[in-house]
């Protein structure tokens, strides 16, 4: 179609599809070390990814250097769509996924970083599997689009739009003037704070494998564990959750941050909103839930397979509130006990976290707290209006003006969120689900955030679900990766009209 470069989209595909195959070669160590037959699965998965992509890209290596607007979006969209349906080889490959909605609905959930998962035994998935699984985290916890546009220059291509359209969140901060650099500062923080991460939680008792993987799914906000019992596993090991505590704080929040932390601009940090609404937002909860399961809560509820002893001390209480506010926060969603068998009060707190999120610029999912900040601020201008309606107020965030186009983009956002949010609901039960259980995954999947409600809680899985089922929500996990506006736009009739 006039106006789109298709070369141009199909050779970043191919180059998408090369990087991934990498990925899952790195895989092959891992069963080569356990002896797996699953060796040859991913071998053979790994090579045909990098074949696919080798031959996208050499037969249109020579196309007009020149990405559009809209090519960026169909880039990332289309990019994510390759990511997800090259990522199921390893699965099925191997035998671990024999149903292709199943491999599909697994494999976005990595990418997008959700964690909700259709195996019902991890433990007993090949290790090399294990590792390809928490790597489509770890990719997509930054985004593969963006790791390619540190290397775009190297074939003569620019890439500002296709960061416009995967950042995770509205943000203005850049690290530096050039996206080259950013897209690379970024990435040096990511893969820093994953290699330091591992180095502790093997010190702290992990396996180098548990460790690796965790690690991995920390930083990404993604939440695949190796063991069918999640972080719970290691209940009686503190020392291991507090250091993903830390973590999941730390990629909750905006890596720009975390750049001039390491910096030393600590001013920086502390000075901007979004990061002081963050921090508050985590203590106040934690310290309203570390309350009511630690005095409140009834013993035969908490006895849980996550949990099979009662909260009967402080620092029990507030490791485990802590721990799951900043997961289901940040959208990581580790799970180290049972939300839903806390009491009401305490199950409804979590289940608000929902539709909140991390910050912008992090790994996270959801709506971000950013826009609700600017959301609350904007209302209270409205009422302070109707008092004086001849006033000039404006909106202001870290000592700025946001302008009204900003202001109204995150209205439609949130508004088309609660909107899909409520349709979605709709929808699965339509297609089966009780409705506690299809509005937990609705809010689950489109904010990205893995354990929910009902029949798909922190104790169960999505698998049994059908196969309608299981791919519409592999299509709210990728619009909520996308944060929408991304998928939408491709799938709007005027986006395909030459101008």
């Not at 309608?468 to 998928?487: N, Q």
């Amino acid at each position: 179609m006039k106006g789109i470069n298709f070369k141009i989209i199909a050779s970043f595909l191919g180059l998408t599809s090369m990087m991934n195959g990498v990925f899952m070669l790195l895989s092959e160590p891992f069963s080569w070390y356990y002896h797996e037959k699953a060796s040859t699965g991913i071998l053979y998965a790994g090579l045909l990814t990098i074949l696919i992509g080798s031959l996208l890209w050499f037969f249109n290596k020579n196309a007009k250097k020149d990405i559009k607007t809209r090519d960026g979006y169909l880039i990332v969209t289309l990019g994510w769509l390759m990511l997800t349906l090259t990522g199921t080889l390893p699965y099925l490959m191997t035998g671990t996924i024999t149903s292709f909605p199943d491999a599909v609905f697994e494999t976005i959930s990595g990418y997008s970083t959700t964690g909700a998962s259709i195996l019902s035994d991890i433990e007993s998935v090949p290790k090399g599997v294990l590792f390809w699984r928490s790597a489509t985290h770890w990719i997509g916890g930054m985004g593969i689009i963006v790791l390619t546009i540190a290397i775009l220059p190297l074939l003569g291509i620019g890439g500002m739009q296709l960061f416009v359209a995967e950042a995770p969140g509205p943000s203005t901060d850049k690290l530096h003037p050039r996206i080259t650099q950013t897209a690379k500062s970024l990435w040096l923080i990511y893969f820093g704070f994953t290699m330091l991460e591992f180095l502790l939680l093997k010190i702290a008792g992990m396996s180098w494998f548990d460790a690796i993987n965790h690690a991995m799914a920390t930083l990404s906000t993604g939440g695949f564990s190796t063991k069918n019992a999640s972080i719970a596993y290691w209940n009686g090991d503190p020392l291991v959750q507090y250091i993903l505590i830390v973590f999941m704080f730390i990629a909750g929040a905006n890596f720009v941050l975390s750049y001039y932390a390491l910096k030393g601009k600590l001013f920086k940090v502390f000075k901007d909103e979004e990061f002081k609404y963050y921090s508050i937002l985590i203590a106040l909860v934690t310290v309203a839930i570390t309350v009511l399961i630690v005095w409140f809560q009834d013993p035969a509820l908490t006895t849980t397979v996550l949990h099979p002893k009662p909260y009967g001390d402080l620092e029990s209480g507030f490791r485990h509130a802590i721990f799951q506010v900043i997961s289901v926060l940040t959208t990581t969603g580790f799970v180290s006990a049972d939300f839903t068998m806390w009491n009401y009060l305490a199950t409804a707190l979590m289940f608000s976290l929902f539709f909140i999120g991390g910050s912008a610029g992090s790994t996270s999912g959801g709506v971000k707290v950013v826009r609700h900040v600017i959301m609350i601020k904007n209302s209270l201008l409205e009422l302070k209006k109707q008092l004086h309606p001849n006033a000039i107020i404006s909106v202001r965030y870290n000592g700025n003006r946001v302008s009204r186009v900003i202001i109204f983009n995150i209205l439609s956002f949130f508004v088309i969120y609660m909107l899909i949010f409520i349709l979605s609901t709709v929808f699965l039960t339509f297609l089966g689900l009780d409705f506690i259980s299809a509005f937990g995954a609705a809010a689950s999947c489109l904010g990205n955030i893995g354990p929910a409600l009902g029949s798909v809680s922190p104790v169960d899985n999505f698998a049994h679900l059908s196969n309608a089922a299981k791919l519409f929500c592999s299509f709210l996990m990728l619009i909520g990766r996308l944060e929408l506006f991304t998928v939408l736009i491709v799938l709007t009739p005027y986006f395909w009209k030459s101008n």
